[in-house]
């Protein structure tokens, strides 16, 4: 008897056979493991964002939350948020900034305790190995050769004579590099080889040739003043194009035109370049009036701009580091003496001169012999870079100084040992002609003599930026208390000022009342704050030093400063290497002004105490 064995179908048992989904089932299963997948991932974030501190609210936060709760009282007839949040937002915009500032402290304590309790974030490396720099000392050399002598001396009429002898056409980036990374812009120093090395304009006026005196560079002002430059110079709002200048620069005229062209040049180039490949149209404002271009402070300005774009490199602002880069390297291989003898050659201005694609190429190779940058004798002093305007040798701490030390002014060498007669120094040839630094015509070492000693020790300025007042130490307290009475602040000895400092203002002039002495209260603009110190104006060579502090308080914090001033012959620009106080953002007023306490002391009274 032969069996049936195969499966029926309709007695409903259970079939272990695989079966195939229709395209409707299929399409509902899809739906579902997309939503399943979105959900998840929602959870995931949700639970990631529950993970983290959440950020404090602002002012406006505090505000809408303090008047949604009091309209919705006030308003029962009145539904939903949207209504009430209008409304809030309604009453924001004609508040006052006195009104609001109930809840800008708020936000403020809100958001300094939570910084305060706030575990520390370890900062991102920077994902850039490679240096980006537009500066492009070789570009400038292949327009250089074919000038004419005409042209040349066009170059030199305007200052940059020094520029003529640039025979360096790569930059070494990697020493760069390393130099940026060793770069303090608050204090405008080098920190090598164990000691810190402040830039001052005079060492730009040594290396690069540039002058360090005379009127700042301003680059800005009404735009209808350039506008018929910008139209020449076809800028747009990125910049003017380097080509276009390029074949300006290769005609052969030699007049005005070529001036401007060839300033524009050099500074998008070589001594100011920025982030872009551009040169920046700001520069449009200095060929207003080319008779005036060699009056100008051309180095400070060249130090300003490199601490600028140096600065915001650092705070991520623009991939390319901006600035002469050219600077740093030279200063570099001036500063610093590799191999068995570290005995200084002579002083060679400029010494851009000096460093040809050779001998460059020779120092980097014992750079690597040595084991890499940073591993020789720090020579600057005997050299004389790194010295500027310090003459206190009581900054062991800040200035490591050395057994010779001489100071840069214009072309002559000053000695800086107050026994100048039983110190040896390698005095020049008298046969050799004098270096002349105005238009840097020849490359002769420097000339000293006894007689250069004293000779700007007792010349000052006025520290206001709208006097041209010149004249002695002695009578520049009569000239600050006739002329400028009604500017500066009047203090007396060991007792505590009250002063304020607004968003724009970078020092202020204090007086004392017991004997007309000034000083400076300086100002300094960092990323998480301002950096402030006390100066005292009078002879570099002063020992004299007057004790001060600084207190800034915000609730029940306070920060303090006690330290001793430093005698500056004047006002200089950024933050001398001394003591410092940093006060954060967070301790500014609603009106962004500054509120310090400040004492000075006598040194006669407290050598009676």
């Known amino acids: 008897m032969v069996t049936d064995s195969s499966p029926n179908f309709d ?6 056979s695989p079966m195939v989904p229709s395209e409707s089932d299929s399409m509902v299963i899809k739906r579902k493991e997309m939503t399943g997948l979105e959900l998840e991932g929602s959870r995931r974030k949700k639970k990631k964002k529950q993970s983290g501190t959440p950020r404090p609210a602002c002012s406006w936060v505090h505000f809408s939350r303090e008047f ?26 004609v508040m006052t900034l006195e009104e609001k500032s109930k809840y800008t402290k708020r936000a403020r304590e809100v958001w300094d305790d939570y910084l305060s309790s706030a575990p520390a974030r370890e900062p991102k490396p920077r994902k850039q190995a490679n240096l980006v720099t537009r500066c492009s000392p070789g570009r400038l050399v292949n327009v250089l050769k074919h000038f004419t002598v005409d042209q040349k001396e066009a170059v030199k009429s305007m200052g940059f004579g020094s520029l003529l002898d640039l025979k360096c056409r790569t930059l070494r980036r990697s020493l760069c590099l390393w130099l940026l990374e060793r770069f303090n812009t608050i204090r405008r120093s080098l920190e090598i080889c164990g000691e810190r090395i402040p830039l001052y304009p005079h060492d730009v006026e040594l290396v690069m040739g ?4 005379g009127k700042d560079v301003v680059n800005s002002g009404p735009d209808d003043l350039v506008a ?14 380097v080509r276009f200048l390029e074949e300006r620069l290769g005609q052969p005229e030699a007049g005005d035109d070529f001036k401007r062209a060839f300033l524009l040049y050099v500074l998008g180039t070589l001594l100011c370049p920025t982030a872009r490949l551009d040169v920046s149209p700001s520069f449009l404002h200095l060929l207003t009036d080319m008779d005036c271009i060699h009056e100008y402070n051309w180095a400070k300005f060249l130090l300003d701009r490199l601490v600028r774009e140096v600065s915001r490199f650092r705070q991520g602002k623009q991939r390319a580091v901006g600035g002469c880069l050219l600077f740093l390297q030279i200063f570099y291989y001036e500063c610093v003496a590799i191999g068995g003898s570290c005995e200084p050659g002579p002083v060679v201005v ?4 000096l460093w040809t694609e050779e001998a ?14 940073g591993c020789g004798e720090v020579i600057c002093k005997e050299r004389g870079l790194g010295l500027g305007l310090i003459n206190d040798r009581d900054h062991v701490d800040v200035l490591p100084l050395r057994e010779v030390a001489v100071r840069v002014n214009r072309g002559i060498l000053v000695r800086q040992e107050e026994n100048l007669e039983n110190v040896p120094f390698a005095y020049k040839n008298e046969n050799t002609p004098p270096v002349r630094i105005d238009n840097y015509t020849y490359k002769n070492t420097l000339e000293y003599t006894h007689t250069n000693r004293n000779i700007y020790a007792s010349q000052t300025t006025c520290p ?24 500066g602040r009047r203090f007396q000895y060991s007792s505590p000022l009250p002063v304020s400092l607004g968003m724009d203002e970078t020092f202020l002039v204090l007086q004392a009342e017991e004997d007309g002495a000034l000083f400076l209260l300086n100002k300094g603009t960092e990323n998480i704050g301002h950096t402030v110190m006390v100066t005292c104006i009078g002879p570099s060579h002063s020992n004299e030093r007057f004790h001060y502090c600084l207190v800034s308080e915000r609730g029940n914090s306070t920060l303090r400063l006690k330290s001793f001033t430093q005698t500056l012959p004047g006002r200089v620009e950024g933050i001398p290497p001394s003591d410092f106080l940093l006060v954060p953002f967070g301790y500014l007023n609603s009106s962004g002004e500054l509120n310090l306490e400040v004492c000075i002391w006598n040194p006669s009274d407290l050598a009676e105490v």
């Open 11 to 16: 007695d409903g048992a259970d079939i272990f």
């Open 68 to 93: 949604i709760k009091e309209y919705s009282a006030s308003h029962p007839e009145s539904s939903g948020l949207k209504v009430a949040t209008r409304a809030a937002s309604d009453a924001w915009k």
């Open 210 to 213: 540039l002058p360090a005196s």
């Open 228 to 241: 018929e430059l910008r139209q020449k110079y076809n800028a747009s709002n990125r910049g003017i194009s």
């Open 350 to 353: 400029p010494c851009l001169s």
């Open 360 to 373: 460059i190429s020779e120092r980097e190779k014992q750079e690597k012999e040595l084991g890499g940058y």
């Open 464 to 487: 206001l930026l709208n006097c041209n007042f010149t004249g002695l130490f002695t009578e520049l307290s009569n000239h600050f208390t006739t002329k400028h009475w009604d500017s």
